[in-house]
């Protein structure tokens, strides 16, 4: 419930203020400044792939500055305007990203990032059919395609008031 008044008072979404203290904790550890953070966001922007059934996701490069002077307001408003930019560019397909800044490859990482934050906000869903239960199954192989790989579910109370985040 705090991260989401302090989200609404700092104009930025949940997602955007943990962006923020995720690239905090990133470039206190790495004693970098320019944090690159891939991100899974929905890639169903296209008309045509409306009435496509499956999953289809691109990824996006959030690349922020963390300078050491900034105060914690000062990263969620770049964090805020760096979010905003990449979303709205979201149509571009990540390959045609990689293939465009031609990046030195390695088969030893990921060419644009190495970290990764996955962020789930979306309610639990019901599906009911007359004598048929079904729930949700997790599939995990416990595989990262990445070094580090922070995944974070963002849970609410059935009144929709926020009940915490998960993480692993």
């Given amino acids: 419930a705090a991260l989401e008044q302090l989200a609404r008072d700092k104009g930025a979404t949940v997602f955007m203020v943990t962006h923020a203290v995720w690239a905090a904790v990133l470039a206190r550890l790495s004693a970098s400044t320019d944090i690159a953070i891939g991100t899974p ?21 959030l690349r922020s500055s963390v300078e050491p002077q900034m105060t914690f307001d000062d990263l969620i408003a770049q964090v805020r305007d760096v979010d905003l930019t990449a979303f709205a560019q ?24 190495q970290v990764a934050l996955s962020f789930q906000n979306l309610p639990q869903t019901r599906f009911e059919l007359s004598g048929l ?3 949700p199954i997790v599939a995990d192989a416990e595989i990262s395609q ?13 009144d929709g008031s926020a009940s915490g985040i998960t993480g692993r």
């Fill in 146 to 158: 990445f070094d580090l790989h922070l995944m974070l579910t963002d849970t609410h109370a059935t």
């Fill in 90 to 113: 979201a149509d571009v397909p990540f390959e045609r990203l990689v293939e465009v800044l031609n990046p030195v490859r390695s088969t030893a990482r990921h060419p644009l990032f």
């Fill in 41 to 61: 966001i929905l890639g169903r922007t296209d008309a045509a792939l409306e009435d496509v059934i499956g999953m289809f996701v691109n990824t996006l490069v």
């Fill in 133 to 135: 239960t079904v729930s």
